[in-house]
Nanobody
């Protein structure tokens, strides 16, 4: 079972940038598709972005296309997925989670992801 830990959240002004990281414990990390989700207070968890095992295919929610970039480093000593977030908006404020996909990178279904980390808080001030 892959264990994941997110980091990199914080307080940023509207229009600012943050880079989130998701570190994996499992040595088989490189075979999994990965996803980023977010959950704002009082709302359901929603898909943000996903990436296939090699990093060659990425998918984004319409709300973040052109502003967010997902990437990954499968090196043995790294095993990390990143989410670069630019031009942040107030609606981007949420707790961000990463998870492993059981069904490849195309799925945006929360139920098809597992190994959820504790999340990292992103706050956007206007």
């Amino acid at each position: 079972q892959v264990q994941l830990v997110e980091s990199g959240g914080g307080l940023v002004q509207v229009g600012g940038s943050l880079r989130l990281s998701c570190a994996a414990s499992e040595r088989t990390f490189s075979i999994y598709a990965m996803g980023w989700f977010r959950q704002a207070q009082g709302k359901e968890r929603e898909f943000v972005a996903s990436i296939n095992w090699s990093g060659s295919s990425t998918y984004y929610a319409d709300s973040v296309k052109g502003r967010f970039t997902i990437s990954r480093d499968n090196a043995k000593n790294t095993k990390t997925v990143y989410l670069q977030m630019n031009n942040l908006k107030p609606d981007d404020a949420a707790v961000y989670y990463c998870a492993v996909s059981d069904e490849g990178a195309r799925t945006q279904n929360v139920g098809e992801y597992k190994g959820w980390g504790p999340g990292t808080q992103v706050t956007v001030s206007s």
